[in-house]
């Protein structure tokens, strides 16, 4: 690592993935910084979620090297992967209805042996006070609004105790104001010992809340000249494919199609 480069929470190597003969990511090369919130961007389609899953583990990586915090996330068992990484994915189907505090202390599955201690009892209801909903945890999951049930996913994650967390477009079907009411969570778990990566579908909403961005664009990242910005019109026009014009917002700009 040189000088004044930030370390690395993950480090992608070339690599490559395909279900059967569709190749759906090709040579993907991307660091993601330590401590920052990270999102990645780009249309439909172009991997964002194949990669999300990729660097979590969850999809064995064939062809190139993925790194979580200087080791290789191939040669992790799977409490130790759990251990450093935190996955959420864009849907949770509760079958059961189990009570919040007991989803919230499923996080704590990779400290488990038989039972669980009192120890993990108590960060599962840390991670309750954390996300701001100790008032749900005797209500059944399956009887929750969509907002709500995010945030008991969330809690579990924290739960976990992951030095990365990584969210599956955590705002889809939400409404406005819990869009930025668990953004603006997501913003402050983002810190010196914990990394959040997110798949977003809104520019602005990343934007608003991240410090760190990737772009992806059939199945490639997307690297931006030395004196362009993720905001800029050229930028995005060239990610999505479509007219976008920007307009100042602080030190960023908001993003809005051309009609």
């Avoid at 100790?134 to 995010?150: I, N, P, V, Y």
């Avoid at 579908?201 to 961005?213: I, K, L, T």
């Amino acid at each position: 690592m040189s000088e004044g480069t930030p370390a690395a929470a993950i480090e992608v190597a070339d690599l490559s993935f395909e279900y059967g003969s569709h190749r759906i990511l090709r040579q993907v090369n991307c660091r993601i910084p330590v401590g920052c919130f990270s999102v990645l961007l780009g249309r439909n389609g172009s991997g964002k979620s194949t990669l999300l899953r990729l660097l979590a583990g969850l999809v064995p990586v064939r062809h190139g090297q993925v790194r979580v915090l200087g080791r290789d996330l191939a040669q992790l068992s799977g409490a130790e992967r759990a251990r450093l990484v935190g996955f959420m994915p864009q849907q949770h189907r509760a079958v059961f209805p189990f009570a919040v505090e007991d989803v919230v202390l499923t996080g704590r599955a990779s400290y488990v042996r038989l039972m669980p201690r009192r120890e993990d009892e108590e960060k599962a209801l840390s991670a309750l006070e954390q996300v701001g909903i100790s008032h749900l945890r005797g209500r059944r999951f399956t009887e929750l609004s969509g907002g709500e049930q995010q945030m008991v996913m969330i809690a579990r994650v924290l739960a976990q105790e992951p030095a990365v967390i990584m969210l599956d477009e955590p705002t889809s079907h939400l409404d406005f104001l819990n869009q930025a009411r668990l953004l603006g969570l997501v913003r402050r778990l983002a810190g010196a010992d914990r990394t959040v990566l997110a798949v977003l579908h809104d520019p602005n909403s990343a934007f608003v809340y991240g410090d760190h961005f990737v772009f992806l664009r059939d199945g490639q990242v997307q690297a931006l000249a030395a004196d362009e910005q993720p905001w800029d019109a050229a930028v995005l026009e060239r990610m999505y494919g479509a007219p976008i014009d920007t307009v100042p917002y602080g030190d960023r700009a908001v993003v809005v199609p051309r009609r």
